[in-house]
């Protein structure tokens, strides 16, 4: 079924919904991404992440994930937060972190806009998204027209900059592709320059194995590697400092997501607070957020390694 007509329609409920952006491309095989996935893999650039390995062809092909799919439909949806915590001195969290968790706040957002494609349109097949799967986000979201992949891997927005976070609804429904844009980093080097671990290997390649992302949340290890010591620019979750150098993120809009609001105990716990954290108070400070990731012990792993 072409379901071009509704396209606009489908925007404007996104929109409603509180993403930014929303655009459309064609469900196929990605050609040129599976040789350069591939490389990645072989150089063991995914780091502890071993499920990047899995479902190879999946990550490849939607239709593998969706029976049928003519369409992902990709969606963007802002987390910027300027706030940064109290004292200066305290261990950092990525912005995206500072909230609930993504995860549950998105798919609840994808659930009311697949339920009312399934009013508008009918009888539809549709499966909703969130960083959970094995879906290629950054380059589903780069054919649909959503912004360009930047030199620190990003997908970047020439209006919004960077941060935000990215989804997807692969349908049955065929609608008309929406092109790509084209890449306007230039001659800009201010992520690859900036990394303290230089996880940045070249432009539009990282080494997620050195990335401090991948160090504070996927590593499992009990002890952070030494090599990495002195360099981790005190982030205890995330890292945000290829996106922070970036000029387009002179663009970036405070979100306006309830969800996303950091809780002033969050903000205002101190240098000290969180050496001496306990499990009982990252429990109910974390309780909805990305951050139980890490786990109490991979937390203060993380704190730990950050001491002077």
């Given amino acids: 079924m072409n379901a071009t007509r509704y396209k606009q329609d489908i925007k404007n409920k996104a929109a409603a919904l509180g993403f930014f952006h929303c655009g459309f491309s064609k469900a196929e095989f990605l050609n040129e991404e599976a040789p350069r996935l591939e490389h990645w893999l072989q ?38 937060n300027p706030i940064k915590q109290t004292d200066p001195e305290a261990p950092k969290i990525s912005q995206y972190a500072y909230g609930e968790d993504y995860h549950f706040v998105i798919k609840d957002k994808l659930q009311e806009l697949l339920d009312y494609m399934k009013t508008t349109i009918g009888d539809i097949q549709g499966r909703v998204f969130v960083d959970s799967a094995p879906v290629m986000d950054k380059v589903w979201a780069k054919k649909a027209g ?57 432009p539009y390649v990282i080494d997620g194995s050195k990335c401090i992302s991948h160090l504070t949340i996927e590593l499992k290890d009990a002890l952070l590697p030494d090599e990495f010591k002195g360099k981790m620019d005190n982030w205890m979750f995330g890292c945000d400092i290829c996106q922070e150098v970036c000029p387009w993120n002179k ?16 903000l205002d716990l101190n240098h000290g607070d969180w050496i001496d954290l306990e499990k009982e108070t990252f429990q109910n400070l974390f309780k909805h957020s990305a951050v139980k990731r890490t786990k109490f012990e991979g937390l203060k792993r993380n704190i730990s390694f950050l001491k002077k």
């Fill in 251 to 266: 663009f970036a809009k405070v979100h306006t997501e309830k969800r996303f609001v950091p809780s002033a105990q969050l």
């Fill in 43 to 80: 150089k063991n650039y995914h780091g502890s992440m071993s499920y990047m390995e899995n479902h190879f062809d999946k990550r490849l092909d939607p239709r593998l994930l969706v029976d049928d799919a003519k369409s992902v439909i990709s969606l963007l949806l802002n987390y910027h």
């Fill in 146 to 202: 959503l912004g360009w992949m930047g030199k620190n891997t990003n997908l970047i927005h020439p209006q919004e900059g960077s941060y935000f976070f990215i989804a997807e609804l692969i349908t049955d429904l065929e609608f008309e592709a929406d092109g790509p844009m084209k890449d306007y980093c230039g001659t800009c080097t201010k992520c690859l320059d900036a990394c303290p671990t230089e996880a940045l290997i070249a």
